[in-house]
């Protein structure tokens, strides 16, 4: 199974309020010898002006940035220029057709940096959730799966999906979870068949207030 990797740097001229992008894709097969493929989706310059920006419908949390015909960013931010959770590919959305953009498995390339930077963020921060620490009185003397919202859980102590599991905290024997024992879950998935990642409020304005 291919894996794709990529980078954004993105800068602005204050005085032309232009935007330079840059994508790098990187890619290996295991078993098979490494495999490098450097490709610029774009070079150059993208005026500010022309990027078209929307909520994405099936997930309001996210934007939908137009970079070009040919490229969109997907990020928690009206900014463009911010740190996105990866981009769509070859992929044209006609205006007035906003709401039928369907972000799936097919279409989406997820930024392996942003997902660094959200576990990271986790790592810090979840244990003031109050969401977690509710599910935390749950798993006393246990490790509680830290979940994100791509599904919403019906009953409780049910575990999320390993896909949609971010990490796992240590919770003591009362109930509350210990700080710094946050551990990540290498195979969680930003983007699968239940949807695209979503977040708590209390994690969305961490996250929003670090980008």
């Avoid at 279409?107 to 790592?123: A, R, T």
């Avoid at 810090?124 to 246990?142: C, I, P, W």
């Avoid at 490790?143 to 599991?165: A, S, W």
């Avoid at 979870?177 to 961490?206: A, F, H, K, R």
Wanted: hydrophobic share 40%; proline share 4%.
């Amino acid at each position: 199974m291919w894996r794709m990797m990529y980078h954004f740097a993105a800068s602005e001229w204050f005085s032309a309020r232009l935007i330079s992008l840059r994508v790098l894709y990187f890619s290996c097969r295991p078993g098979r010898s490494s495999l490098l493929i450097s490709l610029t989706i774009m070079s150059g310059l993208i005026n500010r002006s022309l990027i078209r920006t929307f909520e994405y419908a099936k997930q309001p949390q996210l934007y939908v940035h137009e970079l070009t015909k040919d490229l969109t960013k997907i990020s928690f931010s009206k900014d463009p220029s911010t740190l996105g959770v990866g981009t769509l590919k070859g992929l044209a959305i006609p205006s007035g057709r906003e709401s039928q953009l369907l972000i799936s498995t097919k279409n989406f390339i997820p930024n392996p940096e942003f997902l660094w930077f959200l576990q990271d963020l986790f790592h810090k921060k979840v244990y003031g959730d109050v969401t977690y620490q509710l599910d935390a009185l749950n798993f006393r003397s246990s490790y509680l799966p830290i979940g994100d919202f791509k599904v919403i859980l019906q009953y409780m102590n049910q575990r999320p999906e390993y896909e949609n599991t971010l990490g796992f905290v240590l919770v003591d024997e009362d109930g509350a979870m210990v700080e710094d024992s946050y551990q990540p879950n290498e195979i969680y998935e930003l983007c699968n068949s239940d949807g695209i990642v979503t977040l708590s409020e209390y994690m969305l304005d961490e996250l929003r207030n670090a980008l």
